[in-house]
């Protein structure tokens, strides 16, 4: 895929990424992502709902891609989010193949990838990490018990010399990669296994009732 063009005078989008298999989308995925809104004065966030996540493979209970997505667009109604399928349009298997695309892919947009405290904590297991690190900006943030793992992290060594402050968090598209900001916001427990217990049928509804685009 070839890079396309900036447009000369094009007003650059602050985008926020944020992936994951949304299995099924919940609270805390809007929760997190309204306040990344606020804190790094992003225009909207992507939801990348992966097709398969590698780490994933052979969960028993992964709903199929189309119910994952259509769970994620119901949980972003009327919020300045956009549940998206495009990794499995891409055909990217690995974050650093799809976040290099789409950096090629828009050109007139500037992203920076968010991740939770506790995927910082295994970083260092996913494919090429410190090419994701030098394809844009990080933020992580801090999830209920995950915050001692993740300032723990072979990854976080690595990144220490790069880390900002949060009081230029606004500041981000600034930034030299790599870069990364740790973000407190206030606590949300809420996670796929819980949804997934307390709502045992969560994926049949979805199959039956999936919301419109």
């Not at 949300?188 to 709502?199: E, G, H, L, Q, Y």
Request: positive net charge.
């Amino acid at each position: 895929m070839g890079r396309a063009r900036h447009r000369p005078g094009a007003t650059l989008k602050r985008i926020g990424l944020l992936g994951g298999s949304f299995n099924p989308a919940h609270d805390g995925h809007r929760a997190i992502s309204l306040a990344a809104i606020r804190a790094l004065g992003l225009d909207e966030v992507w939801w990348l709902v992966s097709p398969g996540n590698p780490l994933k493979e052979g969960v028993a209970d992964m709903a199929p891609y189309a119910v994952r997505l259509s769970s994620a667009r119901a949980m972003s109604r009327r919020a300045p989010i956009r549940p998206t399928d495009i990794e499995a349009r891409l055909g990217t298997r690995y974050t650093v193949d799809t976040l290099r695309k789409l950096v090629r892919r828009y050109p007139d947009a500037r992203f920076i990838w968010l991740m939770g405290g506790d995927n910082l904590a295994q970083l260092h297991r996913w494919r090429d990490w410190r090419g994701i690190a030098r394809t844009m900006p990080i933020a992580v943030i801090a999830r209920p018990g995950y915050e001692h793992a993740a300032r723990a992290a072979p990854a976080m060594g690595w990144f220490r010399r790069w880390q900002r402050p949060p009081n230029q968090a606004k500041s981000w598209t600034m930034w030299r990669v790599p870069a990364l900001v740790l973000l407190r916001f206030r606590p949300d427990p809420t996670s796929a296994t819980a949804a997934r217990k307390a709502d045992p049928a969560w994926a049949k509804r979805f199959r039956l009732h999936p919301p419109r685009p």
